[in-house]
């Protein structure tokens, strides 16, 4: 079998080096020159911590993810106000929680990866064609390739999703935010920040910094906004969105690097009816993008391909495989799309009233015995989606 995969992000990475594994010839597809850059910190923790245990690639995660002492909250002054203890919401997790960059995320996976795996970058897709036993892509280039399948993990605005099930519009729920990161270099932000995710404890917007390894600084922004449209430059927007906050907040935009090494997006996400059609398949962000406001999806979108993988190499035809891709993991994603949807108002309150209540839930989280509360609310509910999967093989095999 072979298999194009459009996207050499986390989730199409995560793909690739699943069914490369199984002995199945794929290739990836990636439209930008190489690999991003921009991206911000995530807490990787569910069923894309199992995937990648089983993958044999955690050490290799593990070894480049960053320690997180706590996640603060600070005033226009500085002061902290409330805070999340890191360490205490590992152990509610059973320690299997790490805090890791995107891009070294994708590092990890992308150096794993067997050298029978074709990789592309430079070789968008603009046209697809399905012939019933396989199916054509058009690249950039103009190069036409057949396979047997084509996977798009090419994300939130994925080109296979606009051209094999229509347009974005139709599968896209804005969630009233947009979203930005960057980074920039300033010794005396970084000594204060330390070993912390310090976090603006204001309304309607947010800004956010950690520290990194060679000396710099990552920020995270986020605000609300009920037009989802992106602006042109994003280095001004910021400025110009962001500048009223306190603290170290406008020595960071005086520092924001140019628009084109800002990362910025709308907060949204994707729900569609069926996530196939015909030899086409989605996965990850292309097809259940849960937002950042969910904080889980790179989690999801290496535990979808891990079941992907596993269900094309085991299942009678693809038509089956992928019948089951999506009944094993629909309901997983659905729950995860709603949690982030009921979390919105406490991830960024709206007034003050929510924020001193969300200060309050914060601060009663610390309490002995109560850890797990403040987890299941930021999370949602566990998950053995890889665990199981994985014990339903064995027991198959026996």
């Avoid at 690639?57 to 997180?68: F, G, I, K, N, S």
């Avoid at 659905?334 to 982030?340: G, L």
Wanted: aromatic share 8%; proline share 4%.
């Amino acid at each position: 079998m072979k298999v194009a995969i459009c996207g050499a992000g986390i989730t199409g990475l995560a793909l690739a080096h699943r069914l490369a594994a199984r002995d199945v010839e794929v290739v990836v597809l990636e439209r930008a020159a190489g690999p991003r850059e921009q991206g911000y910190m995530i807490d990787f923790f569910g069923p894309g911590f199992d995937a990648v245990e089983e993958m044999g690639l955690l050490p290799e995660v593990e070894d480049v993810a960053y320690r997180v002492d706590e996640a603060s909250l600070l005033d226009e002054r500085g002061r902290r106000r409330a805070a999340i203890d890191y360490v205490r919401f590992g152990k509610s997790l059973r320690g299997r929680l790490c805090s890791i960059m995107r891009p070294d995320l994708e590092r990890v996976l992308r150096t794993a990866l067997p050298s029978t795996v074709d990789v592309r970058f430079g070789s968008g897709v603009t046209g697809v064609e399905d012939l019933g036993d396989r199916v054509r892509v058009t690249l950039t280039d103009g190069e036409e390739l057949e396979a047997d399948l084509l996977v798009g993990a090419d994300g939130i605005h994925s080109t296979v999703r606009r051209l094999v099930f229509g347009a974005e519009d139709r599968f896209l729920r804005y969630l009233g935010f947009h979203t930005a990161a960057f980074v920039f270099e300033d010794e005396e932000i970084r000594e204060r920040v330390g070993e912390r995710f310090c976090l603006t404890d204001t309304i309607g917007m947010q800004m956010g910094f950690y520290g990194l390894r060679d000396g710099k600084l990552a920020a995270f922004a986020v605000h609300r906004t009920p037009d989802p449209a992106l602006p042109s430059n994003a280095r001004e927007t910021l400025r110009a969105t962001y500048g009223s906050l306190g603290w170290a907040v406008p020595k960071a935009l005086d520092l924001c690097p140019p628009a084109e090494a800002v990362y910025y997006d709308q907060v949204a996400q994707i729900e569609m009816p069926s996530w196939s059609r015909g030899r086409v398949v989605l996965v990850g962000d292309a097809c259940y993008a849960v937002s950042l406001l969910a904080g889980q999806g790179a989690s999801l979108g290496i535990a979808g391909a891990f079941v992907l993988a596993e269900q094309l190499t085991q299942a009678h035809s693809i038509e089956d495989a992928f019948a089951k891709y999506e009944e094993l993991v629909r309901p997983v994603v659905t729950e995860k799309q709603q949690v982030a949807r009921r979390g919105a108002r406490w991830f960024l309150p709206a007034n003050r009233f929510l924020l001193q209540a969300r200060r309050v839930f914060l601060r009663a989280a610390r309490l002995p015995g109560l850890e797990r509360t403040l987890a299941t609310a930021v999370t949602g509910k566990s998950t053995a989606l890889v665990t199981n999967l994985k014990q339903g093989t064995e027991i198959r095999s026996r």
